[in-house]
């Protein structure tokens, strides 16, 4: 949000206050102040600040108030005036093309003359036909056989709007000669608006927090209005069918009025707002708005009573009919939702509720007669309408976090009055109130001892009082209990007795000053502790993933189905089952929670595959499916691997080093199954669609599936920017990897005697897994096999047909002695045998 300076000081006094130091509060207290916009002020010396500044200081000495007493032609240019300008010194002749200044051409001297901002030779100005904001300085030059070394300004060349099309027209009773900077000149503070401090979203509300941290005076915004017409009543009507989805709808009537542009101080002010003018009335909607908060909406009552048959129109405010469709301001039409609130009469709809007006009744060139509206709307309904409408407006920024209802009446008297005075006509008396759903300010109990408790800082309970009475609170102090009414500008203070304390500890900590709180040690008592087994177990897998060189990303949990199907070969078919959405989602493509978290690594291996060639990443979080047992979902535990790229960094003895492989996402598997001491694992050959067909295994405990590894598949590796390196990814299911880990383990001593080594090669049938010849030798081998290692696999047409060599290296130890040759041959023998008889398998010589 962007609040000028001479706005705020409509309801503070800023004197005796630097734009530093009001920037620096602001931003210790919330409003966090993104960059100040210096319009003809100095700008603050060096680097003795914090915030990005910009913009341009007008030179006292060379941009003053000047009055233009006549124009007249140039000798030799159609386009081109010459103007007859005093600038308290002295007279000047001043050449310029403004097309604002050919009205007066010719009339000879100007009575009242023309008050203008007057640049000097020598002057630093922004160049008012370059694109952007370049700089430029007043020299001396011949144009068209007339010298000229000075000029009258733009908004533009002054840095105050894009706007050049003509020079910035100044009060009659502006005073000649003073300086432009004492007379106009401002700053724009640009204020991140975060969702908690909505309610400032707003000048009078920036007022209110500088007014509570300087302890200064809120001077109040005049609401009312001098209405000399007829009654308002009988002259439309307002029927509201659900409260809940609009508590308040307040109306106003002002006719014979004239559409034309706003004062020129009102378009100054709403441009350095960010705001472009259109017509008085509409810049007094947007004006209020950004006023005090209430954002505003006008229709053409003729309109309204043309749809209504010349009878006085009822607006009624309902939800969607099925298939309804209206067409905004902005010319779209919008297919609406059963759930969408509008704005209609007994013909149809013309406006969707706290967002935009609809074409039908807008205010034209031709309105005389204007119905001004201001109501108050579920802020939550916004949202949902907002999200799946992709459209946003100034007014629904401010519904969709929250305004208070007694916002309505004033909203809409302080734009009456205003349309008054802009706009001339007259304004009916009185409004049309409906308020089916009054909003009930909470009112919240807490003591010294709760500030010091939760603060750490001692405060008598006035003091408290006094804070929060500086914010607008209504408060009642008795003995060491404050009692606080939140003020009726307010919808964040929560009715709950427990937030509501923390929301009025939250207050009195901004306003005290959170870099004036002391440093303190915990004063509580610890609470006892208790394990977590689950979180301790997550932990634990970090610390082993970690260890082997991964490193560790989160991901957003939201998405949407045509992300995820990126994780699928094209033609696979996707889970059927449906996705848990978001009512209010944050973006158009992320509504959903995601029921796959290699769609979301993808994503980041995607990403950072630009940056660099090796890349190791894991990921544990939770995917999401839809519950039959409730509303919420379930939250399934997941763990994700993915490695690529070349196996070692390049290095003078490998000029092009080897890829990653299979075999390397496999070490990483097994390392981390034997971290946790898992046993009896074993690899199956896989069916993953995601995977490469012949390049995956199911990895099981027993007959419990624990996840799958292997080489993305070709076809979802084409459809993502990964480069050519293969991708190794492995999945798993934590909660299945937490259930087969033991939760205690055997631990054995260093062995004192020496193992015997051996390495035995067997010739089996293609088709049998190198993991069951493993179990089966471990299974014979007993407590005295120590270790057993697949290190090699040969095929050859020497071998036959069909057949495979295993080789594997075998450790016998026993923990107390020293094996016998004689020990190792039996076992050996048995190892052996049972491999021939009941695997087919051959010892190769």
Known sequence: ????????????????????????????????????????????????????????????????????????????????????????????????????????????????????????????????????????????????????????????????????????????????????????????????????????????????????????ELKQPDTAFKAEGSPVAGQFKIQIENPELNPRFVAGLIRDVKIQPSPGWVQRRLRLAGQRPINNIVDVTNYVMLDIGQPLHAFDYDELMRRAGGKPPTLITRTAKKGEKLTTLDEVEHPLQDFTVLVADTKGSHSIAGIMGGLDTEVTEKTTNVLLEGANWNFINIRQTLGYLKMNSEASYRFSRGVHPALAPRGVGRGLELMRQWAGGTVCEGLVDEYPQPYADPTTELTAEDVRRWLGIDLAAKDIAAILARLGFATRVKGEVVSATAPDHRVDISADPVIGKADLLEEIARIYGYDNIPETRLADVLPPQRNNAALEFEEGVRDLLVRQGLQEIITYRLTSPEREDKRLPPGVA???????????????????????????????????????????????????????????????????????????????????????????????????????????????????????????????????????????????????????????????????????????????????FPPVLEDLAFIVDEALPAGQVQALIEQTGGSTLAGVRLFDVYRGEQLGKGKKSLAYALTYQAADRTLTDDEVAKLRKKIIGRLERELGAALRA
């Open 1 to 216: 949000m962007r609040a000028p300076l001479s706005w705020i000081k409509d309801y503070v006094d800023l004197d005796g206050i630097s734009i530093e130091e009001l920037a620096h509060r602001l931003t210790m207290a919330g409003l966090e102040i993104e960059e100040i916009t210096f319009v003809g002020l100095p700008l603050p010396p060096g680097d003795k600040h914090d915030f990005k500044v910009e913009g341009i200081e007008w030179a006292r000495d060379k941009i003053v108030v000047a009055e233009v007493r006549e124009v007249g032609p140039h000798p030799n240019a159609d386009r081109l005036t010459l103007c007859r300008l005093h600038d308290g010194d002295g007279e000047h002749t001043v050449l310029t093309g403004a097309p604002n200044l050919f009205p007066y051409k010719g009339q000879g001297p100007l009575d009242p003359p023309l008050k203008v901002a007057y640049a000097r030779e020598g002057t630093t100005l922004y160049d008012g036909h370059a694109e952007g904001w370049q700089l430029m300085t007043l020299k001396k030059a011949l144009i068209r056989g007339v010298e000229s070394y000075s000029m009258v300004c733009s908004e533009k060349e002054l840095g105050i709007s894009e706007e050049h099309e003509g020079i910035l027209f100044l009060p009659e009773d502006a005073p000649t000669g003073i300086p432009l900077a004492d007379y106009m000149g401002d700053a724009v503070l640009d204020i991140a608006i975060t969702p908690n401090i909505a309610r400032n979203a707003n000048i009078l509300g920036v007022a209110r927090e500088i007014a509570a941290l300087f302890e200064r």
């Open 574 to 752: 996707p889970d059927p089952k449906p996705y848990v959405t978001l009512k209010n989602p944050i973006s158009p493509d992320r509504f959903a929670m995601r029921k796959s978290m290699l769609a979301s690594m993808l994503e980041i291996l995607e990403r950072n595959a630009r940056l660099r060639a090796r890349l190791a990443f894991f990921e544990i979080g939770f995917v999401y499916h839809d519950s039959e047992s409730g509303p919420l979902p379930d939250e399934k535990p997941r763990l994700v691997i993915a490695i690529t790229g070349p196996r070692d960094l390049p290095n003078w003895q490998s000029a092009e080093p080897e890829l990653l492989d299979y075999y390397d996402l496999k070490g990483i598997a097994e390392a981390l199954l034997e971290g946790l001491h898992l046993t009896g694992i074993r690899y199956e050959p896989g069916q993953h669609p995601s995977f490469h067909p012949g390049k995956q295994a199911r990895v099981l405990a027993g007959e419990r599936q624990l996840g799958t590894l292997g080489e993305l598949h070709p076809a979802v590796h084409g459809q993502h920017d990964l480069g050519p390196a293969p991708v190794l990814v492995a999945t798993f299911a934590l909660d299945a990897l937490m259930a087969a880990a033991p939760p205690r383990h055997e631990m054995r001593e260093v062995p004192a």
